[in-house]
């Protein structure tokens, strides 16, 4: 399993905009500082514009910064910007996907797996990842599917 390499680039560039917070950025610097093609660079900071979680500004001193402090930003908020809701099946969003929905003995093992990284993700930010902090720890989630309370931050 892979996030795609779209995901990928939208980390890399809130990082960036991250690490440069308070600052525009223009899509040059952003493409050459992470090694992401100018172009696809320019696609995936316009989505990350859609979502809201970078504005743009054009014409001299244009460029890219971040709407909001690094520590209210996740992974999940970069990733959801160029893919969507995440999912590891189509089931898991769309139940009418498949036919076999009701009487499938995987898709609650996928629809667990999913809330456990989507919570997952959730929970780093990009100041935490900028400040090299220690990963959250997600509990293994019980049969519902829903992550168990006291799930801490790894010390």
Not at 6 to 15: G, S, T
Not at 122 to 130: P, Q, R, S
């Amino acid at each position: 399993m892979r996030i795609t390499r779209e995901a990928d680039y939208a980390v890399r560039c809130v990082l960036h905009l991250a690490e440069h917070r308070g600052g525009v950025r223009l899509i040059d610097d952003v493409a050459s500082a992470m090694q992401i093609p100018r172009s696809f660079a320019a696609k995936i900071l316009q989505k990350l514009v859609r979502a809201g979680l970078v504005h743009s500004r054009r014409g001299v001193g244009g460029g890219f910064e971040l709407v909001r402090d690094p520590r209210e930003v996740s992974l999940r908020d970069a990733v959801a910007a160029v893919s969507g809701p995440l999912a590891l099946n189509d089931c898991v969003v769309n139940p009418v996907a498949c036919a076999r929905v009701e009487n499938c003995a995987a898709r609650p093992a996928w629809c667990a797996l999913t809330t456990w990284v989507d919570d997952f993700l959730g929970l780093v930010t990009f100041a935490a990842l900028l400040e090299r902090a220690p990963l959250p720890r997600v509990s293994v989630l019980p049969a519902s599917g829903k992550r168990r309370p006291g799930a801490e931050r790894r010390a």
